[in-house]
């Protein structure tokens, strides 16, 4: 064993660590901003006028939300894919979270760059939390070997 045991599911296989959940509900934002704001009626375009200015911008970001969606059925069904001998999905884990995280940090810099770099804590927090997701994905030893261990034959 690589990794500690409680790193490990009852079917021998490295689980995800808690931060790449962390992570993934992080790139979902626009999906959880989209839900409270039709779940409050009459003021559903302020709250999203907070967020997302511009319609086009919470397009793009809802683009990048259903990458991190598919990224989360993928980790979250693991088990039964895995039974299912549907390893491609596993394959695709950690370039799709790549690309995930790439893609938002472009977006919120094309946002920026929309509202000429004007200071903004929303974005400072979302780039911040962005940086440091894809430097844990690129640095973190468990997730360097979740796929290759989630494909071998237990």
């Known amino acids: ?10 079917s021998g296989r490295l689980k995800p660590p808690l931060f790449f959940y962390v992570g993934l509900v992080f790139l979902c934002r626009s999906v959880l901003l989209l839900i409270v704001a039709l779940s409050l009626r009459g003021q559903s375009d302020q709250v999203m006028a907070v967020f997302y200015p511009s319609q086009r911008e919470f397009y793009l970001s809802l683009s990048t939300a259903i990458v991190a969606a598919y990224l989360l059925f993928i980790v979250s069904r693991r088990n039964s894919l895995w039974l299912s001998q549907r390893n491609l999905h596993f394959k695709l884990l950690k370039p799709m979270s790549f690309i995930a995280v790439i893609t938002d940090i472009a977006l919120q810099l094309y946002i920026l760059s929309l509202h000429q770099f004007a200071f903004s804590v929303n974005k400072v927090i979302t780039l911040t939390f962005a940086f440091v997701f894809l430097a844990y994905l690129m640095t973190n030893p468990l997730m360097k070997t979740l796929v290759s261990d989630w494909q071998k034959e237990v």
Do not use: A, G, V, W
């Not at 064993?1 to 009852?10: A, G, H, I, R, T």
């Open 1 to 10: 064993m690589q990794f500690p045991l409680e790193k490990y599911d009852e």
